[in-house]
T-cell receptor, first 115, second 116 residues
Framework: AQSVTQLGSHVSVSEGALVLLRCNYS??????LFWYVQYPNQGLQLLLK??????LVKGINGFEAEFKKSETSFHLTKPSAHMSDAAEYFC?????????????FGAGTRLAVHP | EAGVTQSPTHLIKTRGQQATLRCSPI?????VYWYQQALGLGLQFLLW???????NRGNFPPRFSGRQFPNYSSELNVNALELEDSALYLC???????????????FGQGTRLTVV
């Protein structure tokens, strides 16, 4: 069975500081991994996805994530936080490349950015 | 191009009633997914429809049901509402999932269901 653990339900950073949101997964098959962002009162927006090509995945809005099989991790980073990055972030895993019906989501991490 | 649209945005129902939520996918998308985002439980997969057929369902009781119409829009019905059904229900659509990972699922803004 697959599972996702997001460490830290709330993360607070200063504007301009590094953003690091942690995600660890468990999967019995090679996983496909996703990061989504949810702004207040909105649906989810795909930030990036890992599909077994390059281990360093670049996404939108300056975010990137690195797949580390040995650590079963897929942490999300951004070098410099912006106020507009304040949102909730979800890591998700699937056992199939287009498996949106089989997505297993983490509990989410709420990112706060302060001046 | 219009995104995924859901209606209504808010719905208040009494315990025991039925709720109907609607979703219009992006034009050209044939797959529709429903997710429940309940407080403290995160996002959980509910149902997947493609080409008018239910293809998969998550671990939810049968009182959660739905359908997909010939125009690919979808309806989620929740019967015999319970207080714990209060949640944000998100709909997403994508090109046919059989096309593989180059598809992307786009989410609507959700319907917030409150059961009192």
């Amino acid at each position: 069975a697959q599972s996702v653990t997001q460490l830290g339900s709330h993360v607070s950073v200063s504007e301009g500081a590094l953003v690091l949101l942690r995600c660890n997964y468990s999967s019995s098959v090679p996983p496909y991994l996703f990061w989504y962002v949810q702004y207040p009162n909105q649906g989810l927006q795909l930030l990036l996805k890992y599909t077994s090509a390059a281990t360093l995945v670049k996404g939108i809005n300056g975010f990137e994530a690195e797949f580390k099989k040995s650590e079963t991790s897929f942490h999300l980073t951004k070098p410099s936080a912006h106020m507009s990055d304040a949102a909730e972030y979800f890591c998700a895993v699937s056992e199939t490349p287009g498996g949106y019906n089989k997505l297993i989501f983490g509990a989410g991490t709420r990112l706060a950015v302060h001046p | 191009e219009a995104g995924v649209t859901q209606s209504p945005t808010h719905l208040i129902k009494t315990r025991g009633q039925q709720a109907t939520l609607r979703c219009s996918p992006i034009s050209g998308h044939t797959s529709v997914y429903w997710y429940q985002q309940a407080l403290g439980l995160g996002l959980q997969f509910l149902l997947w429809y493609d080409e008018g057929e239910e293809r998969n369902r998550g671990n939810f009781p049968p009182r959660f049901s739905g359908r997909q119409f010939p125009n690919y829009s979808s309806e989620l019905n929740v019967n015999a509402l319970e207080l714990e059904d209060s949640a944000l229900y998100l709909c997403a659509s994508s090109l046919a999932e059989r096309l593989g990972f180059n598809t992307e699922a786009f989410f609507g803004q959700g319907t917030r269901l409150t059961v009192v």
